[in-house]
């Protein structure tokens, strides 16, 4: 998808917010919350998987995305994984908030689930790949300009652009699937690196960049 | 700017309040398991873990191949290992090469060696900006590299985490493993910052 998520490369965000030295891991407690209940219901309650979360992420409005923040937006992913899986009704969870806060509201039904007809084959995304990598260290490759309609772990900035294999990393399950439920699909995984100049033109600041990308997501350059 | 909130609009702490009670109520979650989740990561999964491997590999030549050969399990001797740990890949900061870390794409981070990520590594301007200017970036955070210090920016998009080895601050020869400890933080582990010397 080009969504909200994909962010690499866009402006307008103004400056990078200081470090601090002992920030607290949650800021308020109610992240703390948010982030336990998305990972605690993800698989053994929405029957989903960790490619499904980031899918969902990617599926925010700009809204849900960023105004509440980084476990704001993991509470929106989590309740649309909840409601995707019919574990709970769409609405269900604003409804029970103003009731919370006093209003008289009335709850919708809870639906008969309906999780994806999904399991993993194993602990974790790495995976064997019997075939052979089809890129060696030091081959030239070309990110694929595609723009999914789906879920993609191929960002925008990389698309169509020219780099260098330098690592080939442990095979992966392919989150392009993966997150559909449509299958593990493993696959090599590349760390490729770019010229900053290659993605950014000649007036771009000189530096190299490398990012892990799936075999599916590149093609030969001859 | 509006200065008046949409109505619509449900803070998250009520929104997620709703959600444990939903999911509670339905023995879908338990809390007392929240908790002790929540604690696990408030204490023990935390930056100071990312900062023993690297003492350790400052004061350890031979660690230090190892975490450079194989970072996984170099850390797991450590007793360091789970979610988001899957395969970290160390890489030094040398006197002219200067690896940053980042994911455009969410937030992914080594949770095992460094915890859940601070506020500025999820945050947009940082996502967006540091694979475009990283050395406007880094200076923006207090750290100026020189001109001929090459900068290597790793956008982590798939499960592979990345962990920077820092430099050893000059005038630290003489402290020991555990002395060296305090002084790594956090942002020399990204790649934003340089250990300093005390």
Redesign the interface.
């Known amino acids: 998808m080009d969504g909200i998520a994909d962010m690499g490369g866009t402006d307008g965000w103004g400056a990078v917010a200081a470090p601090t030295r002992d920030e607290p891991v949650f800021a308020e407690t109610w992240e703390g919350r948010a982030f336990a209940l998305t990972l605690l219901t993800m698989g053994r309650v929405s029957g989903q998987n960790l490619d499904a979360f980031r899918h969902a992420l990617e599926r925010l409005d700009r809204t849900a995305y960023l105004d509440d923040g980084y476990y704001g937006r993991w509470l929106n992913a989590a309740e649309l994984m909840l409601t995707d899986s019919a574990i709970l009704a769409p609405g269900a969870i604003d409804a029970r908030a103003r009731k919370l806060r006093g209003e008289d509201v009335e709850e919708p039904p809870v639906p008969e689930p309906n999780k994806p007809d999904y399991a993993p084959t194993a602990a974790g995304s790495l995976r064997t790949v019997e075939d052979a990598p089809r890129f060696a260290v030091g081959d030239m490759v070309r990110a694929k300009d595609v723009s999914p309609a789906g879920h993609t772990r191929l960002p925008r900035y990389v698309r169509g652009h020219t780099g260098v294999v330098e690592v080939i990393q442990p095979a992966a399950l392919l989150p392009d699937t993966h997150a559909h439920f449509q299958g593990e699909n493993a696959q090599h995984v590349y760390s490729v690196r770019f010229d900053s100049h290659e993605l950014w033109g000649a007036d771009a600041e000189s530096f190299q960049l490398t990012i892990e990308l799936f075999e599916s997501y590149l093609e030969p350059v001859e | 700017m509006s200065t008046t909130e949409p109505t619509a609009?449900?803070p998250?702490?009520?929104?997620?309040?709703?959600?444990?009670?939903?999911?509670t109520e339905?023995g879908?979650?338990d809390p007392a398991?929240?908790d002790k989740?929540?604690a696990n990561?408030?204490t023990n999964v935390?930056p100071l873990n990312g900062a023993k491997v690297v003492a350790k590999a400052w004061t350890d030549p031979e660690y230090k191949k190892r975490l450079l050969d194989d970072g996984t399990a170099a850390i797991k001797e450590l007793g360091f290992a789970g979610?988001q740990g899957?395969?970290i890949?160390v890489v030094e900061n040398t006197p002219t090469t200067h690896n940053v870390t980042v994911c455009?794409?969410?937030?992914c981070y080594p949770w095992p060696v460094l915890?859940?990520?601070?506020?500025?590594y999820?945050?947009?301007?940082?996502?967006?900006?540091?694979?475009?200017?990283?050395?406007?970036?880094l200076s923006?955070?207090?750290l100026d590299l020189a001109d001929d210090v090459?900068?290597?920016?790793?956008?982590?998009?798939?499960?592979?985490r990345w962990l920077v080895l820092p430099e050893r601050p000059a005038g630290t020869e003489n402290l020991s493993e555990e002395e060296l400890v305090p002084l790594i933080?956090?942002?020399a582990l990204v790649g934003?910052?340089k250990v300093q010397a005390p």
């Open positions: 609009r449900i998250a702490s009520l929104r997620t309040e709703a959600l444990e009670q939903l999911l339905r879908l979650v398991v929240m989740f929540i990561y408030e935390g979610p899957e395969h890949v455009t794409l969410c937030s915890g859940l990520p601070p506020s500025w999820k945050d947009p301007a940082y996502r967006a900006r540091v694979v475009k200017e990283p050395r406007k970036v923006e955070m207090g090459e900068i290597i920016v790793r956008d982590s998009s798939s499960e592979v933080t956090r942002d934003v910052a």
